[in-house]
Nanobody, 119 residues
Framework: QVQLVESGGGLVQAGGSLRLSCVAS????????MAWFRQAPGKEREFVSE???????YYTDSVKGRFTITRDNTKNTLYLQMNSLKPEDTAVYYC?????????????WGQGTQVTVSS
């Protein structure tokens, strides 16, 4: 079992920045796909960004150029730097982790952290 603990959410004005963190309780953190998802009120959970074990990163189109995903394998921590935030970025952000080394299938989820962007 892997535990994921997110932090860093909050209330920010449009155009502002936040950095989310996700600490994973596992060894060999660098072997696993890690990602951020979000769920806005009344909407389905959607993919935001992913960090692969080989260092490849992916972003949904709406956040490209504004969000940056990074990982510190020495600290078992995943980050999401969010700049130029928009009201439509308001959502609960979830950290997700793969359950099998090098396989992109997310089996573990954090409890979520609220991000609210005011206009």
């Amino acid at each position: 079992q892997v535990q994921l603990v997110e932090s860093g959410g909050g209330l920010v004005q449009a155009g502002g920045s936040l950095r989310l963190s996700c600490v994973a309780s596992r060894r060999t953190f660098n072997w696993y796909h890690m990602a951020w998802f979000r769920q806005a009120p009344g909407k389905e959970r959607e993919f935001v960004s992913e960090s692969s074990p080989d260092g490849t990163t992916y972003y949904t189109d709406s956040v490209k150029g504004r969000f940056t995903i990074t990982r510190d394998n020495t600290k078992n921590t995943l980050y999401l730097q969010m700049n130029s935030l928009k009201p439509e970025d308001t959502a609960v952000y979830y950290c997700a982790a793969g359950g099998t080394p090098f396989v992109k299938k997310y089996d573990y989820w954090g409890q979520g952290t609220q991000v609210t962007v005011s206009s």
